[in-house]
């Protein structure tokens, strides 16, 4: 989770060039990226956003099924204990109540 978090201002500084130099040029009228998606998405101003948003969508989607096919992550709800308390465990460890004023 941390390192997702650290890597977000990356993906936020990587997205504009990435779309303004890469993405936007490829699915341009006559681009690169224009015969194979053009079809779907169109050709033209902010086509390449789009191209953008499948990608990341398809890349989540892989996330999820590559940890669904690990054991050990499918798994942690029935391998992990529930949470106990260490008041349960050990009462002595009850806090002690705080006089009102």
């Known amino acids: 989770m941390m390192i997702g978090q650290a890597l977000m201002p990356v993906g936020f500084l990587a997205a504009g060039p990435l779309a303004d130099l890469l ?5 341009a009228e006559g681009g690169a990226l224009a015969g194979l998606l053009g079809g779907m998405l169109g050709t033209g101003p902010g086509r390449g956003m789009g191209v953008m948003f499948i990608i990341g969508g398809v890349l989540i989607l892989l996330a999820t099924v590559g940890a669904m096919a690990a054991p050990a992550l499918r798994n942690v709800e ?16 009850e806090p002690e109540p705080v006089p009102a004023r």
């Open 23 to 27: 993405f936007e040029p490829a699915m």
């Open 78 to 93: 029935d391998d992990l204990p529930d949470y106990v308390p260490a008041t349960d465990i050990q009462p002595e460890l």
